[in-house]
């Protein structure tokens, strides 16, 4: 079947009252079968006791401006790639969610033929079933004796509910920036940052840093067009990092990866390989771990 005979209009949610995965049609233009994964591994990886952390979402339904629900979660591909190249160069990695509930994948989105993908799945899938509460665990991961070297949010657009909103999340990026720790994250992954500023926009933590996010332009055009979403989101990430002094250093979807400091980003799933590599590439060349 061609891409034009498939139906642009979202698809119903069995499980959710007015609820919508992406059209099929928008899966054939979005999904590939294999992500663009070059082969690169590491002989000599860190043997140290350092590790990471993942903040992943546990919510399924993100409700957009019209009252519809849409069925996402943390996307597969800018999920588990990056986390391959943390894993792969020997660091370990914890995976908590805001409740201790399981972590959610847009698994509409898996790359179905690429095995550098599914088999980091099926190493991790035991941690996403049954992942840490980060409520629970935060004070150890800021504390003084912390075995974290960084924090990594992958994107999938359910990172906009209530992860922004969390002040655990606040604390361990905050913590992360005090103590010269990794922050990494990608396409609407960004959206935690604003964590930092729920409480008092005037103490947004990163102001004055370049973030590469999924365009906005894209949710309310594009993703509205082929039906990727059944609505219009009910706020921007973009837009709202950009009002709290953040720098955008993006406005379409290449695969761009920047990084500020210690905070690196990515514009979408296609960024997924090369922020993994470069993440990975500054940790193993990083001589205080």
């Known amino acids: 079947?061609?891409?034009?005979?498939?139906?642009?209009?979202?698809?119903?949610?069995?499980?959710?009252?007015?609820?919508?995965?992406?059209?099929?049609?928008?899966?054939?233009?979005?999904?590939?079968?294999?992500?663009?994964?070059?082969?690169?591994?590491?002989?000599?990886?860190?043997?140290?006791?350092?590790?990471?952390?993942?903040?992943?979402?546990?919510?399924?339904?993100?409700?957009?401006?019209?009252?519809?629900?849409?069925?996402?979660?943390?996307?597969?591909?800018?999920?588990?790639?990056?986390?391959?190249?943390?894993d792969n160069a020997g660091f370990n990695i914890d995976i908590a969610t805001l409740s201790g509930n399981p972590a959610k994948l847009e698994c509409w989105a898996m790359p179905t033929e690429d095995e550098t993908v599914l088999k980091t799945l099926a190493k991790f899938r035991e941690q996403l079933k049954h992942p840490l509460n980060l409520n629970e665990i935060v004070d150890q991961v800021t504390g003084p004796d912390s075995p974290y070297v960084g924090v990594f949010i992958p994107g999938g657009h359910g990172v906009m509910a209530k992860i922004p909103e969390s002040k655990a999340v606040s604390k361990v990026l905050n913590w992360a920036l005090q103590n010269d720790k990794y922050i990494v994250s990608l396409c609407h992954g960004p959206a935690a940052l604003l964590a930092t500023a729920a409480e008092k926009p005037e103490d947004f933590s990163f102001k004055g840093y370049k973030v590469c996010v999924f365009p906005d332009s894209l949710d309310t055009g594009a993703n509205q067009e082929i039906g990727y979403m059944p609505g219009q989101l009910k706020w921007l990430v973009a837009e709202k990092l950009k009002k709290l002094g953040a720098e955008i250093v993006n406005d379409d979807m290449t695969g761009k990866v920047i990084k500020d400091r210690k905070l690196y980003t990515g514009d979408s799933p296609l960024a997924s390989n090369n922020l993994g590599k470069l993440v990975a590439k500054d940790l193993l060349a990083d001589s205080s771990l």
Do not use: C, Q, W
């Open 1 to 86: 079947m061609s891409n034009k005979e498939l139906s642009n209009k979202p698809v119903p949610d069995r499980a959710e009252e007015n609820a919508f995965f992406p059209s099929d049609y928008s899966l054939s233009l979005y999904v590939a079968k294999k992500t663009d994964y070059d082969g690169t591994t590491y002989p000599n990886p860190y043997k140290g006791d350092k590790k990471f952390l993942a903040i992943l979402t546990d919510e399924r339904y993100l409700e957009m401006a019209n009252g519809k629900y849409f069925s996402t979660g943390n996307h597969p591909v800018e999920t588990l790639l990056p986390m391959f190249y943390i």
